[in-house]
């Protein structure tokens, strides 16, 4: 199942939380919450206004942070997206 331009379905949804605040675990085990300003079809992330936990519990704020996708092990989306206009098809 593809979505739009061939991408696959976790790429669509992850497109579509794009202004909606999520949270993304690193392989360093970091927690990272923040609003999703732009995804790439590739995973790479740019958020906004997050609080990055790192893996000892201390947080810290930053004004924007980029993510590459080969670093993000999972991906918290809002719940509000599983009424996604994508899921009707």
């Known amino acids: 199942v593809v979505g739009n331009n061939r991408v696959g379905i976790p790429i669509v ?5 794009e202004g909606a605040v999520i949270t993304v675990e690193t392989k360093k085990g ?29 947080k810290r704020k930053v004004k924007q942070i980029y993510l590459r996708g080969a670093e993000i092990v999972m991906i918290i989306l809002p719940d509000m997206l599983k009424h996604a206009p994508m899921f009707q098809r």
Do not use: T
């Open 13 to 17: 949804l992850l497109h579509d939380a």
């Open 30 to 58: 970091e927690l990272i919450r923040g609003l999703l300003f732009e995804a790439e079809d590739m995973m790479n992330l740019y958020l906004q206004n997050a609080v990055v936990q790192d893996a000892s519990g201390v």
